[in-house]
């Protein structure tokens, strides 16, 4: 079956830190990646996404990810975090070959002013 | 556009009863699918359904079913519940056909409590 894992389940930080989620993806054939954001009682929204090309992909709010395949990773970065991100990420992944998106157990993040 | 309106917002019930849930997709979009969110859990996934049919399906038991109707609406219901069945269900509707490359939008969830 297919995972996906997000190791760091609470990260902590101060504003304008940077910041790294880690997203890594089981599956060795041909994936799509998604990041999903679930801000405080709002719904999940999309952040970004990689189907194809260039591997680094900028999203919403000036978050960003790269698609690492030798490593099976995709990876959220920005450069300097606002209190505004305080939020749960979740990583997603799903094949060429169907619809189902396979979600990683998110990490929450939050953004001390 | 609307987005996608799952209803009710919040459900208390008691072990042993069943529950509907209901949501509606954005207009256009034929693939519904449902998910079970808890803390630590994550999202998992529970059944997608497109044009009616059931495409794909969870590790969840019998207990939970689905189904979607001709407008694409889809209802999830959840028979004799169990205390572990309290979590925030979500209902998310995608364009896509398939090949995975379509982005799911998700309504707020339906926020279910088993006493």
């Known amino acids: 079956a297919q995972s996906v894992s997000q190791h760091n389940h609470h990260v902590i930080l101060s504003e304008a830190a940077s910041l790294e989620l880690g997203c890594n993806y089981s599956?060795?054939?041909?994936?799509?990646l998604f990041w999903y954001v679930q801000y405080p009682g709002q719904h999940l929204q999309l952040l970004l996404k990689y189907f194809s090309g260039d591997p680094l992909v900028k999203g919403i709010k000036g978050f960003e990810a790269e698609f690492i395949k030798s490593k099976f990773s995709f990876n959220l970065r920005k450069p300097s975090v606002q209190w505004s991100d305080t939020a749960e990420y979740f990583c997603?992944?799903?094949?060429?070959?169907?619809?189902?998106?396979?979600f990683g157990t998110g990490t929450s993040l939050t953004v001390i002013p | 556009k609307a987005g996608v309106t799952q209803t009710p917002r919040y459900l208390i019930k008691t072990r042993g009863q069943q529950v509907t849930l209901s949501c509606s997709p954005i207009s256009g979009h034929r693939s519904v699918s449902w998910y079970q969110q808890t803390p630590g859990q994550g999202l998992q996934f529970l059944f997608e359904y497109f044009s009616e049919t059931q495409r794909n399906k969870g590790n969840f038991p019998g207990r939970f079913s689905g189904r979607q109707f001709s407008n694409s609406r889809s209802e999830m219901n959840v028979s004799t519940l169990e205390l572990g069945d309290s979590a925030l269900y979500l209902c998310a509707s995608s364009a896509g056909t398939g090949g995975g490359n379509s982005p799911l939008h998700f309504g707020n969830g339906t926020r279910l409590t088993v006493t």
């Open positions: 997603a992944v799903t094949l060429n070959t169907g619809n189902q998106f396979y």
């Open positions: 599956y060795g054939g041909t994936v799509n």
